[in-house]
């Protein structure tokens, strides 16, 4: 089992920039794949960015590719979201995710352990 809480949300304007964590709790983390996932009003639940067990390997979404990077520090189980250049339509929750498959997916289905989520919202 992994316990996943996120921080780092709030509001700022455009051109702006924000640190999203990710604190795990479970032996596995270190393990697998995690991913940030995000969801804004009326709107499907939708990829951001995923990275390895080891960092080795990333995947951004195209509407973030540049301005995101994903990280993580297994000694300290924690995940990190670097978001600059932040628009306004970045505004949602934010979700990060552990998988239990090895391979790095951008799915949402093949991830099986997800946070309370946190509020970013971006004002123009």
């Known amino acids: 089992q992994v316990q996943l809480v996120e921080s780092g949300g709030g509001l700022v304007q455009a051109g702006g920039s924000l640190r999203l964590s990710c604190a795990a709790s479970?032996?596995?983390?270190?393990?697998?794949?995690m991913g940030w996932f995000r969801q804004a009003p009326g709107k499907e639940r939708e990829f951001v960015a995923a990275?390895?067990?080891?960092?080795?390997?990333?995947y951004y979404a195209d509407s973030v590719k540049g301005r995101f990077t994903i990280s993580r520090d297994n000694a300290e189980n924690m995940g990190y979201l670097q978001m600059n250049s932040l628009k306004p339509e970045d505004t949602a929750v934010y979700y990060c995710?552990?998988?239990?498959?090895?391979?790095?997916?951008?799915?949402?289905?093949?991830?099986?352990?997800w946070g309370q989520g946190t509020q970013v919202t971006v004002s123009s």
């Open positions: 995710a552990v998988s239990s498959v090895d391979r790095t997916h951008t799915q949402a289905g093949y991830y099986d352990y």
């Open positions: 479970g032996r596995t983390f270190s393990m697998y794949p």
């Open positions: 990275i390895s067990w080891n960092g080795d390997i990333t």
